[in-house]
C-alpha cells in the first residue's frame, strides 16, 4: 500500500494551526511513518490547492493500492470541499482519509496520522 500524505494550514492564518511547524513537518512525518512522500499546502480547498488535490488524486486514480490522507480541517468538512474533486477525477472516497489536525503539534499530527493510516494498514511507524 502506497500513501501519499497531505497537509494544509489553511493559509497559515488560523490560530488552529499556530501548535504545528509545518516547514519540519514533512521531514517529520516521512521520517516517523511509511508514507511515500508528505507535502504541505497552505490552502488545499483554494485555486492552487485544488489543483494540487487534483493531480494527486488523479495519480491514484487507478491504482487500488495508494491512500491519500489529508491533514487539515474537520474531517466532514474536508469530504465536502473536496467531494467536487472525487467526482471530476473518479477518486475511490474509500481511499481518502481526512484527518483533523487543528490545534495539534508535530509529535501529535504524526500520531493522528498515524492512528488514521493504521487502522488501514499495518504497519505504518517506520522502525528506527
Ligand atoms: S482545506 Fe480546510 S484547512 Fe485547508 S484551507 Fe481549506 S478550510 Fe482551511
Do not use: W
Not at 502506497?2 to 494551526?17: D, E, Q, T, V, Y
Not at 493531480?55 to 495508494?66: I, K, N, Q
Not at 509529535?107 to 487502522?119: A, D, Q, T, Y
Amino acid at each position: 500500500m502506497r500513501i501519499k500524505a497531505l497537509i494544509c494550514n489553511c493559509k497559515g492564518l488560523s490560530p488552529s494551526f499556530k501548535n504545528s511547524d509545518m516547514n519540519t513537518l514533512p521531514f517529520d512525518l516521512e521520517s516517523d511513518l511509511d508514507v511515500d512522500y508528505a507535502i504541505v499546502h497552505p490552502e488545499l480547498c483554494g485555486m492552487g490547492g485544488s489543483r494540487v488535490m487534483e493531480d494527486v488524486l488523479r495519480s491514484a486514480v487507478d491504482d487500488p493500492d495508494t491512500l491519500i490522507v489529508v491533514g487539515a480541517c474537520e474531517p466532514e468538512a474536508q469530504s465536502k470541499l473536496f467531494e467536487k474533486l472525487f467526482c471530476k477525477t473518479g477518486f475511490n472516497r474509500d481511499h481518502f482519509l481526512p484527518v483533523d489536525v487543528r490545534g495539534a503539534r508535530n509529535e501529535e499530527i504524526i500520531e493522528r496520522l498515524g492512528e488514521k493510516i493504521g487502522k488501514r494498514v499495518q504497519p505504518i511507524m517506520r522502525r528506527h
